[in-house]
């Protein structure tokens, strides 16, 4: 219990500053407001495609439905080296002036294929949309009202699962809701470290300036967007500009994913490390990398301790009914004229209830809709699914293992996402 408490009070303060600087940022920050087709800049969109023949035609057309003007918006379709169709989706395109496709040999990672756009882009704006993605027609638009501010070099969107069907990726979509609602937060407080795959757009300075993108563990887009912040970039968050992204369908393809970029935010943190407790980096520094580097070894120890109290009560209750038999094992009451005041409970509680809150702040943000019983699904189920991808990809940074996205997109489509 000594050890319980601090990260209960901790991890409540953290809910609880968020929910603080979510509310103080939605009072004092300006909007941008809309930008004329003659003043919006020229961008560059990548697209780096391996063995994604079912979905690249969706990602290409949602691309090209874009609203915005055709002559100041580029699509670079970069084929990794795909063994399936991916060559054959891609030359449907051929016609099309706004798309062009590359081709280049496997190899080096999803890192490697932006480079090879960066290296032929020319527009004042460049991002990345993966090829299991779909955009919404204003997103670029959104996006863009940002970049009037001439301080702003990169802005991330509001990303919502896609159809979800499975209990897994209804559980997603409400932790997609949370993560809108921090990076909404982060922004307002000069300290986004992501810059999401789906649709985060730069000013291609940021890469003229800082070098292209790293391999960075399979997590170059928390690699870039920890770079930006160590050279005092601002990065901002549109959370209207709607990005769908395809998420895993089970357990297992969600386990693999969230090792990958839990050992990635480790191995990135340690290259930034000096980033951590620095004054000059602010809030970012002093603050929420040093947080989300401390909530990952507490969900690990309360997983492990919670399946050694199970474990024992199950044996003392085994116990009892060798010994008295069955109708003499009475079952735990509930009694509505009894609150169980124990802080251990109260602070829990109020860590649950402040989880509802940002959750449902986050929705309406991203304009999340029938959130409903998803949200209790990843009540109960997220704290269970959690620890288990955290411990694995803290075995492999100590471990020093990982995997190539090649592997990692191959597993993926073994078996049901």
Excluded at 3 to 31: C, W
Excluded at 311 to 328: P, T
């Amino acid at each position: 219990m000594v050890f319980i408490y601090p990260v209960l009070f901790v991890s409540l303060f953290f809910e609880v500053f968020l929910l603080l600087s979510f509310l103080e940022g939605k009072r004092t920050k300006k909007e941008p407001g809309a930008v004329a087709d003659e003043d919006l800049p020229t961008s560059t969109i990548f697209i780096p495609c391996y063995n994604e023949e079912k979905t690249v035609a969706r990602t290409l057309d949602s691309l090209l439905a874009l609203d915005y003007p055709h002559d100041k918006l580029n699509i670079f379709a970069i084929n990794d080296g795909s063994t399936d169709g991916t060559a054959d989706a891609l030359a449907r395109y051929a016609g099309e002036p706004r798309v062009r496709v590359f081709t280049k040999e496997n190899g080096g990672g999803k890192f490697s294929a932006l480079n090879l756009g960066l290296s032929h882009a020319t527009s004042e704006l460049v991002g990345c949309l993966d090829a299991d993605s779909t955009v919404a027609p204003d997103a670029l638009r959104e996006i863009a009202r940002y970049f009037a501010d001439k301080s702003v070099m990169a802005v991330t969107p509001g990303i919502k699962v896609s159809k979800p069907a499975s209990i897994v990726q209804r559980v997603q979509q409400a932790e997609y809701a949370l993560s809108a609602f921090i990076r909404r937060t982060f922004a307002w407080l000069d300290a986004l470290f992501i810059t999401p795959g789906p649709f985060s757009i730069f000013r291609r300075e940021v890469f003229l300036q800082l070098g292209p993108y790293k391999e960075a563990y399979m997590t170059e887009d928390m690699e870039i967007a920890l770079r930006m912040q160590s050279h005092n970039m601002k990065i901002e968050n549109a959370p209207t500009a709607h990005v769908y992204t395809k998420t895993p369908r089970s357990y297992k393809a969600l386990f693999k994913q969230r090792v990958r970029w839990s050992y990635g935010f480790m191995r990135n943190a340690k290259d930034y490390r000096f980033m951590f407790f620095n004054r000059k980096y602010g809030t970012l520094g002093m603050f929420l990398l040093p947080m989300g580097l401390f909530t990952i070894f507490p969900a690990i120890y309360f997983t492990a301790v919670s399946i050694a109290y199970a474990g024992s009560d199950a044996l003392k209750a085994a116990d009892r009914l060798r010994v008295v038999g069955f109708s003499s094992f009475h079952m735990p009451s509930f009694d509505l004229f009894y609150f169980d005041t124990h802080p251990f409970l109260f602070l829990s509680w109020l860590l649950f209830l402040c989880t509802i809150a940002i959750i449902i702040m986050g929705s309406r943000l991203v304009a999340e809709k029938n959130l409903g019983i998803n949200l209790f699904l990843y009540l109960a189920l997220y704290g269970v699914f959690a620890p288990w991808w955290l411990g694995r990809a803290v075995y492999n940074v100590a471990s020093a293992r990982q995997k190539s996205w090649r592997q990692e997109i191959d597993e993926r489509r073994k078996g049901p996402e």
